[in-house]
């Protein structure tokens, strides 16, 4: 029997796990679209054969032929609609961030535990992506020694929205690089440094980052909401014996005009295309098998990302380096022997 | 309602199409798996959860829960089973090659025309490979200015058969290059020639052939069945006024032992994965729609590789070069302008 | 007449300046290789056919026979034969550091200014390597807007020295990236943050710093000493429109055994072979103009460089955030619209 | 005492191997430069301190105080230039190429061959090049196995000639080729194809050539002299282990603009810089010590380039592959296993 999935929010990041559910998900059925705007998430729907659509996100999670739920609606909805997932019995995977606020992680983890099995999964697609993969495999095999450093490049063409700050730089795009490199490493923070240049324009300058690991690495982080040259990712891992470093992935090389040039993309989308499909992947199976994956985020990770991010906002408002104080993690999300264990 | 595929032969060909039937072609369902080998069959239908298995190839393409067929079995198969496909009615994707006789390949092509309608697609995969995608843009959209050469370069690892001769190198190897480049080019060849180097072992050595075009171009072709370092593709398209050449695409590097280096493949399957899905999915489109692929190759194209390749075998064993004697494209094989129109 | 030039230090970095003075500096005459190891002088004297040797460095700065000086013995030596050649009032290119000691910089510079003209060079010869000079003109140019960030990383195969420390490390290798940055960006800094990861063994872990400038702009800078993969500098300037970064440069490509490698060097040598030419060239250039040259170091930039290294030590002791307190720059010092004004 | 040079020909190529002489050859002086344009030569000599100019080349060569030549006059003039230093005793550096004629090589030849000792260099920089001297190293110390191909790309941005034929493609600019991949191989050439796409518009069009050596490898040559995106010389050395590919030699990378490019030069002077200048001194070491150069060029290397031109041209016009006639090596021009023996 197909599986039949739900999609809350209908914007762009739903509309492409929609997509991904009807398209690239054999086993899997896209069972209802939900968006407030009920127009929205028609048209969604009818692009990709959805079977239904609704505009209020409980019910459809409550709903009888809703067998799993992705929420992809806006951030201040990710832990009430995940706690709804927890209500329903139902597995979710939600868009990071869980919640910008460690507090509001606190208590979904909380709410998981109590429900006695892991229901969440947290969208840091970023893990699925193959370049964090053999990176991660050079690690665990031994090439590369014990892990020293990784450093962490984040590059967007530009942030449309005028108010955007460096704080939220912290908060809304260095996410993606706390956690993979938490997983990648395979350890915690201790500490955040932050800093930024000045522009000469009002847009918000780069955020450079600075931290330290339980395990005494250190972590680089620049996100650059501006870099106006293209969208960029890229990320060096540093060990005693040797460094892995991403590549640019591109298919061809033109020649011309006294150059040679490969292309960045303007946006995000083709560059995580491949990690997005493994990932939903992985949550169809676990749907379909109860054990939750061993590359995927849980709510811990999310409570991880999300304190990390409020200790850089301090950092960068103090000019300080700032502990980073966690509770202990709960025996219940102790994973064997995986990735981030 | 799921478009029914049998997928006829169980090898490494055959079970990468039934994967892809069964996991990657939302839309379509993995109806049967045929192999003159039972067991071999049942094996890959197994593995994923296929309808039901057969021995016998013209009997699984008339049957009744059958609607469209992928034939991966052994090369001489291909053209008797395209036949059989166009006596049931029913679309067909062959792996290439159509035939190694051109001969044969105008017979199936006289049997289409006789049908009254397309119905063989062949397998010839690169079409859908990005880079070639991206080649065939710079050329179409005027970057390159008119196209001169294009220079390709096959390599693998090695060639286990220790029977291979230079002449297989071409009839079996190279038609990949023959209608790629024909395809992007969107031209026919005119003459042909061919030479091999001398190797110090009793493996095939590689061959390089030059190639003219209708359009007055040249062609190189290298086809080196033992290159001993890697699975390796390359590609250069050269117009007046640049040049697009393929990359090998690689998600990292290792920086390790006074060397930067990043890997080859040990052979060809995860360098054209996605361009199998994108093929497979292009024939579950004409399955569905009736309408031949605009990038697709057709019998026509069948006939062009296999004369083509005829022709350099004689090339080879002369020392000279020879022309591709070729018949008048039949109207019935005519594309509207579309990319090797 | 040709300028007669005295080499002090027959090491390997003196040994390195008499050959490019013996075989890359027409106009130049190799006249005297002095080193207290009077066997150590001869060696290299007679391999590159000096005209003379000598064991006493200060006397051979007052003979009547040597008109300029490269100083490319022991760090401690450095300063006071700087202030020697003041007092013989002959041009000297002196190995950097000026001195570890930003206080005993202050003396030299007093001194220069009372000798009423800049005769010292320091050996600072990154600045006259290729791939920042194509950064600085970017940056120049407009190319790339505003400059935000400068990435910096230097890393070694390894130290044999087993007492060196990350204190060390800042005072020793760091001060070409200091200088080097502050050249391409034309400007000073305020501020110095340093971090250690932790080794599995004795041998000294990477130094990670982060610098702003005064002009608000932020440097970040990896000193990797035990890199074990390769000698590799790297930088990358970014800015507002776009960002330059630093190739490794090499000549050809191994494929082979499934990878396709660059190769590394094992020191730094050959990397900056043609820096130090161009650099000696241009100290001849001052020693037969008396015009102190664009590009060159002076005293101002020893003093910059074993100020902040100065501080990123007691930064890392701290793990402090520490001001770089400077003096402010004499007008002795002033360039006349020159890179690094 | 230093090596009195003349240079004959005070055209691009001349005034850069005049500014050799005289900036980057210590123990040569630049002792003449001569030109049938007496303000020419005057100009050249003038900028890079020349003891003197001429008019007459003959004259030159017979002056008692020329203790060497180096001729980089109209090519007409290369093979009598080269007799008169013969007859004047006089070790010579003759621009390739020694004559367009095998027959008028054939003269040059037998007249050094009387004169009972090698006087005669030929200009075939490449060999000079580094990537051409790991190619080789590569191939010498068994790294890639027994050779079995060398593809050579040689591209100009464009041939301001409009006369320019595909007839002197293979004779100007095809010789660098033939003679690198001759001595990279160490060996000689058997036979030769050659032909040529169709431009749309009037000029050159690109050639490309096949050539089988006499110890059964192919080499292959595109010689695009409208290349127009840039000066591009590429080459790849394939042996049966692995292969040699030359890199573009860049110092940085830009990214802008939604692309990541590197330059290529207009013209070839900066890419063979260090090249002339390996190959000039390598002629002051002959003219000092008498032992003709291991890695040089000399009339033989003058005479199978000039040959295997000639061939070619008749390859392109008949579209035949031609065979190429060589007289056997007389002893005088064996070498003690050297690169190319
Ligand atoms: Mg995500
Ligand atoms: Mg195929
Ligand atoms: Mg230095
Ligand atoms: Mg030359």
Not at 236 to 256: I, K, P, Q, W, Y
Request: aromatic share 6%; net charge negative; glycine share 6%.
């Amino acid at each position: 029997m197909s599986i039949r999935i739900a999609v809350i929010g209908a914007g762009v990041m739903g509309a492409d796990h929609a997509r991904i559910v009807a398209e690239d998900l054999p086993g899997a059925q896209l069972q209802v679209v939900c968006d407030r705007d009920a127009a929205r998430a028609r048209s969604v729907a009818e692009a990709l054969g959805a079977v239904d659509t609704a505009t209020d996100p409980e019910a459809v999670i409550a709903r009888a032929d809703v067998d799993a739920v992705i929420v992809a609606s806006p951030d201040v909805t990710h832990a009430p609609l995940s706690l709804a997932a927890l209500r329903a019995g139902k597995p979710v995977m939600c868009e990071k961030p869980l919640s910008q606020s460690a507090e509001e992680c606190l208590e979904v983890m909380q709410a998981e535990q109590e429900s006695g099995a892991r229901r969440i999964m947290i969208g840091f697609m970023r893990r699925y992506d193959q370049s964090y993969v053999e990176m991660t495999r050079a690690l665990r095999d031994g090439t590369l020694g014990r892990a020293l450093m990784m450093h962490n490049f984040h590059r967007n063409v530009e942030t449309p929205n005028a108010e955007f700050t460096g704080a939220m730089a912290i908060t809304n795009s260095a996410p993606h690089e706390f956690d993979v490199a938490r997983h990648v490493l395979g350890t915690e923070y201790r500490s955040i440094w932050a800093a930024q240049p000045q522009r000469s324009d009002d847009r918000v300058a780069p955020v450079v980052m600075m931290l330290e690991t339980t395990d005494d690495q250190l972590v680089t982080i620049e996100v650059n909401n501006n870099a106006a040259y293209g969208y960029d990712v890229r990320a060096e891992l540093v060990g005693e014996a040797g460094s892995v470093s991403m590549n640019n992935v591109v298919h061809t090389r033109l020649d011309a005009a006294l150059s040679s040039a490969t292309r960045y993309d303007s946006d995000w989308r083709g560059r995580y295309a491949e990690a997005y499909r493994r990932q939903n992947r992985d949550f169809l199976r676990f749907v379909q098998t109860g054990a939750f994956p061993a590359t995927a985020a849980d709510c811990w990770d999310g409570y991880c990302a999300a304190l990390v991010a409020e200790t850089g906002v301090r950092a960068l408002e103090t000019g300080q380096r700032m502990p980073v104080e966690m509770i202990a993690r709960p025996a219940f999300y102790d994973r064997d022997g995986g990735a981030s264990g």
